[in-house]
């Protein structure tokens, strides 16, 4: 049987108007057969391919096929929009990690939230970890000769055989092998490092630090993460958080990692989860350690760029005060509450406004979760019907966009409309940055703003 994938035609989703696409009679539902006789893997693919004066497109049109040419001299945007950036599917995880959060979700979630993506193309559009198992040598010389960098790898461990138990695996594969031939070619990797307690830590993960120090010449920065666990582990493999003693042993280690890698690399290289800071009860490292913040994407430095941001936007507000009083509530996990209460607390100093923050736990996932990212609309009810008990009624309820998907749904399905009516208290959504709390705040600081133009915050 053969192993090659099948490419689907490139669906157009949208025509941006008076566009070089719209102008040549391109329209949406076309299906892009190829462009100058090259067949579209992903949107990569399109993006080489229409970067040239003069484009041949062959579209399906209801089962009649066309060829639109377009000249192109000053290489603008044709002004095209897929409906995905995958034209021959996403390449799935085969992996059965020991970790794995997605094995850990409770039944009754969209299927979208089950599915285990390793598609190196999603790594570089998107910032998403893949592990390289799924790759082969094709692969491997596309990235190199299309130049297709930063790539962002989950790699765990340098000792191949630790390795293969954490993933799963029973066969052998490429991924140092891989990892070593993308580095030596100058593409750019940042690694994560999915931490579990007495298996990939202590002197092994001094030994991956080592050897990926040593090795890897283009490894930009290796960020480490606790491992993430949920009340739905029957028949998984036993696996226990970190304890505090353990989490200050982590980060005093972490310290000297950070001055050899000061010295040796101008960065401080290897960093760690918020989360480690959070629950260790030790402070944020400033702005300066995470540099150019390069594992934003994996979430580190995000409790930092939040304090920074707000603080800065506070401080910008002067004296002016909100217009009579006005009391919001912010909904928050477990881990952000504290941080979150703090710049409240600041901001209500300076803008007279009475902010409280709503600490929602996440029985969802069976009360081991903590982060807001994962709060789910049926936790938030219940978290803010619980809080509304001792506390008096705000005038209306912050939710933070990190919790919603592009539909602007939560993971159970909740839209803040649902939440607003099973509540009977106002719901509004705003962005999960530190700007975003700053716009918040602006919002509430103008009375007629308030209510004329914008009836609340707007997710955006």
Excluded at 17 to 30: E, P, V
Excluded at 102 to 128: A, C, E, F
């Amino acid at each position: 049987m053969s192993n090659k994938r099948i490419v689907s035609p490139a669906e157009v989703m949208e025509v941006k108007k008076k566009s070089l696409a719209d102008k040549c009679g391109i329209k949406a539902g076309d299906r892009i057969l190829s462009i100058n006789g090259k067949i579209l893997r992903d949107i990569l693919d399109y993006e080489l391919s229409v970067a040239d004066e003069s484009v041949k497109i062959e579209i399906d049109r209801g089962g009649d096929r066309k060829v639109v040419m377009i000249d192109n001299p000053d290489f603008d945007n044709l002004g095209i929009r897929f409906s995905t950036s995958l034209f021959d599917g996403i390449k799935r995880c085969a992996n059965k990690c020991v970790f794995c959060f997605i094995d850990q979700l409770p039944p009754g979630m969209r299927d979208s939230v089950y599915v285990k993506d390793d598609d190196y193309r999603l790594s570089l559009l998107y910032g998403n970890f893949i592990t390289l198992t799924n790759m082969n040598d094709a692969d491997i010389k596309r990235i190199i000769e299309e130049r297709i960098s930063p790539l962002y790898v989950s790699l765990h461990t340098t000792n191949p055989s630790l390795r293969a138990m954490m993933l799963g695996r029973k066969k052998p594969d490429k991924t140092l092998k891989y990892l070593k031939a993308l580095s030596d070619a100058g593409i750019e990797i940042h690694i994560q490092v999915v931490l579990c307690p007495g298996i990939n830590d202590g002197i092994e993960l001094e030994h991956t630090i080592d050897n990926l120090a040593k090795g890897y010449e283009w490894v930009s920065s290796v960020g480490i993460v606790p491992v993430g666990l949920t009340g739905h582990r029957e028949g998984l493999y036993p696996l226990r958080s970190f304890g505090k003693k353990e989490i200050i042993k982590l980060i005093n280690r972490a310290g000297m990692w950070h001055k050899r890698f000061e010295k040796e690399k101008g960065v401080a290289w290897v960093y760690l989860a918020d989360e480690f800071y959070i629950a260790g009860g030790r402070r944020l490292p400033p702005a300066e350690h995470y540099g150019d913040f390069p594992q934003v994407e994996n979430g580190i430095g995000l409790s930092r760029l939040f304090i920074d941001e707000a603080a800065e936007g506070i401080k910008n507000k002067g004296k002016r005060k909100a217009p009579g009083k006005r009391k919001i509530a912010l909904v928050t996990g477990k881990l952000f509450a504290g941080i979150l209460k703090d710049v409240a607390k600041s901001a209500s100093k300076i803008t007279g406004l009475s902010i409280e923050v709503i600490n929602v736990k996440s029985k969802f996932f069976g009360g081991k979760v903590n982060v807001t990212g994962l709060l789910t609309g049926s936790d938030i009810i219940s978290g803010i019907k619980k809080w509304l008990k001792s506390n008096e009624k705000p005038d209306v309820i912050v939710l933070p966009d990190v919790i919603l998907n592009a539909d602007g749904l939560t993971l159970d399905d909740h839209s803040p409309k649902m939440i607003e009516d099973k509540l009977g208290v106002k719901i509004k959504v705003t962005g999960s940055t530190g700007n975003g709390f700053v716009e918040a705040m602006k919002l509430f600081m103008d009375h007629e703003i308030m209510n004329k133009k914008t009836g609340g915050f707007s997710k955006k």
